[in-house]
């Protein structure tokens, strides 16, 4: 009977164990993160940069649970534009009204809702991005890699820029544009790196 009992108990541990699940919060490493966006017009493109000011991401063994992730739109900056009359015009073109109101809406802000697994290491992510105060989902693919100490994600998010109020050069509102005209959607190209936060515990499943 006591060999029972033991063999019963040693069964009942290995079973609670095999459900005890790893939870990890991890923090945004800025200085291993970048961040670069691309808008295109019909004639030419521009592009730059764009920093993260904060992050965190949670996770529950291999399943990605939660995340938020605060864009500074005050650091936009160009890369393409030598000139650097001409880049700062256009920097504060793009601060300004006609595209994201930087001064009265410094922060963008995403926040992961569902992330699956979609083959390999690639995940598709979705989630609500805010801009200029206005919400809407968002849908893109990355490639992550975590373990309990860091977590990276490799991605392109694709954004309609007029869902956000951002109207100016769009053929969607405006005629007679020609090559002036500037497309709708603009890429956000990532690279992100977040490291475990101390929090990091085990807790049970739910059966």
């Known amino acids: 009977m006591r060999t ?3 063999l019963t108990g040693t069964i009942t541990l290995v079973a609670l164990l095999i459900s005890q699940v790893i939870a990890t919060e991890y923090t945004l490493d800025k200085s291993n993160t970048t961040v670069k966006w691309n808008g295109k017009k019909v004639v030419g493109e521009h592009y730059g940069t764009i920093e993260l000011r904060s992050g965190v991401l949670k996770t529950e063994g291999e399943q990605i649970t939660s995340g ?3 864009m500074d739109m005050t650091s936009i900056a160009n890369e393409d534009i030598g000139n650097e009359t001409m880049r ?3 920097v504060d073109h793009l601060r ?3 595209f994201f109101s930087v001064d009265k809406h410094p922060v963008s ?3 992961i809702r569902e992330v699956k697994r979609k083959s390999g290491k690639t995940h598709t992510f979705s989630g609500d991005l805010t801009i200029k105060d206005i919400t809407h989902p968002v849908t893109f693919d990355a490639m992550i890699e975590f373990n309990q100490e860091s977590f990276k994600a490799e991605g392109k ?3 309609d820029r007029t869902l956000y109020d951002i109207r100016y050069g769009s053929g969607k509102f ?5 090559d002036n005209m500037i497309k ?3 890429t956000l190209d990532f690279n992100v790196t977040a490291t475990a936060s101390d929090g990091t515990a085990m807790f049970e499943t739910k059966e």
Do not use: I
């Not at 405006?174 to 020609?178: A, D, I, N």
């Open 88 to 90: 700062n015009k256009l």
């Open 157 to 159: 998010m694709e954004v």
């Open 4 to 6: 029972l009992a033991k």
């Open 184 to 186: 709708d959607t603009f």
């Open 68 to 70: 938020t992730f605060l």
């Open 96 to 98: 300004s009204d006609d």
């Open 174 to 178: 405006f005629s007679g544009l020609g």
């Open 109 to 111: 802000t995403f926040v």
